[in-house]
């Protein structure tokens, strides 16, 4: 049987004029098709979904555990020219959360969390196109991959528990799941390539995890959460002033 279900498929279809929209049943990671794809020429906009990943990654070299049915796993890619590409997977992280559920949160950079779980993680790569490089010459092609949780997964190695959305929504399936995201992406990526992240910030910090709580950076920082920057990057309010961060692990630190 084919899935996502025709009705379904038609639908997603439907709301990515432009897209290739593909579905395979196996692969080593989506990203890393798109990126390899990219880096041979296909520079075209495609929403690839993956129903099973040998090699799926995260962030830092992590891997990204999934099983299928009980998760869903994808990757857009397509041509982009921001001016300024900071922020991207915080927007990405609006846009999801925005379509998925109210009750969830972002947790900077790339997380949606419930309560105090991770449910979904996204994964932002870019590839220069290839020489002679097609209009817009300055733009690179942009692979978001996106991972969210169904059931609770097994908290094996993770170094906090997962949650799953359909403790949000009872019964859902990957079709219907990648039904609410897919046009909310697309509008998304649009949106940041015309704006950057500035459009999304206020809707992140309506979102924001981490505001006001007690933070540990894995540059040794501590503060409290004060919300992120026009330009994505997170504020952290220390016994030095505010200081502004790019890049960083960041937890919670226990009250
Ligand atoms: O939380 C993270 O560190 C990011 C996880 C991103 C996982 C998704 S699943 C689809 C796409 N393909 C991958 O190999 N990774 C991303």
Same mark, same amino acid.
């Given at each position: 049987m084919r899935w996502p279900s025709e009705a379904v498929w038609e639908q997603v279809v439907a709301q990515l004029p432009g897209f290739t929209v593909e579905v395979l049943p196996?692969? =080593? +990671?989506s990203n890393s098709e798109l990126m390899r794809r990219a880096r041979a020429g296909q520079l075209d906009p495609v929403l690839l979904v993956a129903e099973r990943q040998s090699a799926g990654r995260g962030r830092l070299g992590r891997a990204w555990q999934a099983r299928p049915g009980d998760s869903l796993t994808f990757s857009f890619g397509r041509l982009l020219a921001p001016q300024?590409? +900071?922020g991207l997977s915080l927007a990405v992280g609006v846009a999801l959360a925005g379509a998925l559920h109210p009750d969830l949160r972002l947790k900077w950079p790339n997380d949606l969390w419930l309560g105090e779980r991770k449910l979904a993680g996204i994964l932002v790569e870019t590839a220069a196109a290839p !020489?002679?490089?097609?209009?817009?010459?300055?733009g690179r092609y942009a692979v978001v991959g996106v991972g969210i949780n169904l059931a609770v997964p097994? !908290? =094996? %190695? @993770? +170094?906090t528990a997962p949650a799953g959305l359909r403790e949000l929504l009872? %019964?859902?399936?990957a079709g219907d799941a990648l039904l609410r995201v897919a046009g909310a992406l697309a509008s998304a990526l649009a949106a940041f390539e015309a704006g950057g992240f500035a459009p999304f910030q206020a809707r992140f910090q309506a979102l924001d @995890? @981490?505001?006001g709580r007690p933070l540990q950076l894995s540059d040794g920082t501590s503060g409290s959460g004060a919300g992120v920057r026009g330009d994505g990057a997170l504020l952290v309010q220390t016994a030095g002033g505010t200081v502004a961060v790019t890049s960083a692990e960041v937890s919670v630190r226990p009250a």
């Open positions: 196996e692969i =080593d +990671s300024d590409w +900071s !020489a002679p490089t097609p209009a817009p010459a300055q097994a !908290a =094996d %190695g @993770l +170094s009872p %019964g859902i399936e @995890l @981490l505001a």
